[in-house]
């Protein structure tokens, strides 16, 4: 482990931490007001208005200055009084449409844009205080799945989360933790959990790496030993638990990782939704990303706040290990969850890049 790393480590049998017009047309004031220009500006104090409220923080919106802006703007001007009709003149659709300028849109806000994943400016975090945990998925005395060169699983595991971990402190997240657990399997389930809940954490992922049920194991021989492989399947997935007490949050999280994942080109695992994994099926909550519940699993609805688990490959599919055993992939995964943690911390930051 490298020294930048500060591991939470829970030992056996323990609970513990471990984004002018020309002169000539200024006389024309009055006749423009009478057209519903004025009608116009307060539109558009409006619309200015919504969109800095959208990009602000909340406490933006407690100021009182909107309503000034609402109140400037809908003052009528003095010719008003000599206009003799209330009824405003639409003004004639110009005949060709104009052509759509390339704007960024960190010029635009999310005004106009259709962005259901946006939250609100009030779920925005100070990322220095944000905790998250990262789970090592197994542990050294129960290592998991066995890999088709005969890695363990807590290897890969183990190695991954260090990256992230390394990621999201060089990100200003200060507070991550690396959870290690020992001991055997079903009993470190339970101390991951208290360890977690302990930690007070904001969110929680656990990190893995998948396999197969064993009647799609085949044999074949490694470096002159007997291993298992299963090429049939491949890819990563992304599980919650439909018990967690935050629920919502938790698929949110898992959607924004999975997004991710898919933007980099990686495929999930399709298998889960089948009827030929038997117990092993999960319900696939979004058929465009691959994100699964997985609703008993200790780690996923014992803990008191939104938690994630992410399958990051196969390790039992011979070319997807090599790929998940790389440096590049590695990066690419942790690279990945780093910016979905960022977007969850702050949403604007997937609209106008680091702010």
């Given at each position: 482990m490298k020294s930048g790393d500060t591991p939470v480590n829970v030992?056996?049998?323990?609970?513990?931490?471990?984004?002018?017009?020309?002169?000539?047309?200024?006389?024309?004031?009055?006749?423009?007001?009478?057209?519903g220009f004025g009608v116009w500006r307060r539109r558009r104090s409006i619309i200015a208005a919504v969109a800095a409220l959208a990009?602000?923080?909340?406490?933006?919106?407690?100021?009182?200055?909107?309503?000034?802006?609402?109140k400037g703007s809908s003052?009528?001007?003095k010719s008003a009084k000599h206009a003799t009709s209330p009824k405003r003149v639409k003004l004639a659709k110009p005949a060709v449409p104009p052509k759509p300028h390339g704007v960024k849109l960190a010029a635009l806000g999310p005004v106009g844009l259709h962005l259901p994943g946006l939250k609100p400016a009030a779920t925005i975090c100070d990322a220095s205080k944000f905790r998250i945990v990262l789970d090592v998925g197994h542990t050294a005395a129960s290592e998991g799945a066995t890999s088709a060169r005969n890695v363990a699983e807590f290897v890969f595991n183990l190695r991954l989360?260090?990256?992230?971990?390394?990621?999201?402190?060089a990100e200003g997240f200060a507070e991550t933790r690396?959870?290690?657990?020992?001991?055997?399997?079903?009993?470190?389930?339970?101390?991951?959990?208290?360890?977690?809940?302990?930690?007070?954490?904001n969110l929680f992922l656990s990190i893995h790496h998948d396999s197969v049920p064993n009647?799609?194991?085949?044999?074949?021989?490694?470096?002159?030993?007997?291993?298992?492989?299963?090429?049939?399947?491949?890819?990563?997935?992304?599980?919650?638990?439909?018990?967690?007490?935050d629920f919502n949050t938790s698929l949110s999280f898992a959607e924004l990782v999975a997004r991710e994942m898919k933007a980099e080109g990686l495929q999930y695992?399709?298998?889960?939704?089948?009827p030929i994994m038997g117990r092993d099926q999960h319900p696939?909550?979004?058929?465009?990303?691959?994100?699964?519940?997985?609703?008993?699993?200790?780690?996923?609805?014992?803990?008191?706040?939104?938690?994630?688990?992410l399958e990051a490959g196969s390790i039992i599919n011979r070319d997807e290990e090599l790929k998940m055993d790389s440096a590049e992939r590695r990066d690419i995964i942790s690279s990945g969850v780093t910016a979905a943690v960022k977007e969850f911390c702050d949403p604007r930051w997937s609209i106008l890049g680091p702010l």
């Open positions: 030992a056996s049998g323990a609970n513990g931490i471990h984004s002018g017009g020309r002169q000539g047309l200024l006389s024309s004031g009055r006749k423009f007001d009478r057209l990009l602000l923080p909340i406490e933006a919106g407690h100021a009182g200055w909107l309503s000034d802006v609402f003052k009528p001007d989360a260090r990256q992230i971990a390394e990621k999201l402190k690396l959870l290690v657990t020992e001991g055997k399997a079903r009993p470190s389930l339970v101390k991951r959990v208290a360890a977690a809940n302990d930690l007070q954490a009647k799609f194991l085949e044999k074949w021989e490694f470096e002159g030993k007997k291993s298992y492989f299963s090429d049939r399947f491949s890819g990563y997935s992304v599980f919650v638990s439909r018990n967690n007490p695992a399709q298998q889960y939704a089948q696939l909550l979004d058929k465009e990303t691959g994100v699964y519940s997985y609703d008993k699993l200790i780690v996923l609805k014992s803990t008191r706040m939104p938690a994630v688990l």
